[in-house]
């Protein structure tokens, strides 16, 4: 089934990509607050489900209902987008969060590739082929230089949060290369939503993740996590990734790394190196380069 031709970017879908870059920016930091007070997958996994059962309420209230024909692709998706969260709350419990927010929005990279073998209207050209090949090489520069006095699991974390990117990247191209395509993004978010909450909860179980203290301050975060990320973000993401240009929306959310670098210095005193910071500034313009419009 052939998908609808996304539309250039427009004041609107640019508006709603600056506040919804507001909002990630603060979503790794504030499951990294929270760490010693609630685990990270359980957040998530608790999260995800608070998140379904509001959008559960609310397709039901439109009269929605998801489709036979898209099950298949909805399960593809549901499962990278667990894997990415499944690969990130690991990854919070290793290394810092602003090297967690660094390597997981290397996603909109993977994404371009992949839609680029895809999609027509997704094709790159050579400014974009250069900023993978320099976004590419932040990576390897962030790897080298940001382990200095870190040791072995703040690189396992690192890796585990690039893993969360390519995840995050090939569920873009599930979504923009399927029957999803044409889904409404209440349908495609409750894919992802239920894949999460399946996956996260028993993981969280079975690897002694199940650390949760009842306190005012988990409950706000989990507040935030449910309710302003997981449903109100997530829900916007999915409506302008069904109408808009992949790559150009990658454009704004470049911000959303650098806005989470500086929140980590800021709020959990976090001190990246130079050499993280020299890589993840390759990393960023990489990302703008192949997100600028052609």
């Known amino acids: ?10 004041a609107r879908a640019g508006g709603l990509m600056a506040l919804l870059c507001g909002v ?60 990415e969260y499944l690969l990130v709350a690991e990854a919070l419990r290793l290394t810092q969060a602003s090297h967690v927010v660094i390597f997981l929005y290397t996603a909109p990279l993977f994404a371009a590739l992949g839609l680029h073998a895809r999609l027509p209207a997704e094709r790159l050209a050579a400014p974009q082929w250069a900023g993978l090949a320099l976004a590419f090489a932040g990576i390897a520069l962030a790897f080298l230089g940001g382990q200095q006095g870190e040791g072995h699991g703040a690189l396992v974390g690192d890796l585990l949060a690039l893993g ?10 599930t979504l923009r290369g399927s029957r999803l395509a044409a889904a409404p993004a209440t349908e495609t978010l409750l894919y992802q939503l239920l894949g999460a909450f399946a996956l996260l909860l028993p993981a969280a179980a079975l690897t002694g993740q199940w650390h949760f203290e009842s306190t005012m301050r988990v409950w706000a975060h989990l507040g935030f996590q449910s309710l302003v990320v997981s449903f109100a973000s997530f829900l916007a993401w999915c409506w302008l990734l069904g109408r808009y240009r992949a790559a150009q929306l990658g454009s704004f959310a470049f911000l959303t790394p650098l806005f989470g670098v500086l929140l980590g210095v800021g709020l959990l005193g976090e001190r990246p190196d130079a050499g993280f910071i020299a890589g993840s500034l390759l990393v960023l313009a990489g990302v703008a380069l192949v997100a600028r419009k052609r």
């Open 164 to 173: 969360g990117g390519m995840a995050w990247g090939a569920t873009t191209i």
């Open 24 to 83: 990630w920016s603060l979503q790794q930091v504030s499951l990294k607050a929270v760490t010693g007070d609630a685990s990270p997958m359980l957040m998530v996994a608790l999260r995800s489900g608070i998140a379904l059962a509001l959008l559960a309420l609310l397709m039901h209230h439109r009269g929605e209902a998801p489709q036979r024909e898209r099950w298949r692709p909805g399960c593809v998706a549901g499962a990278l987008f667990g894997l």
């Open 1 to 10: 089934m052939s998908s609808p031709s996304p539309a250039p970017v427009d």
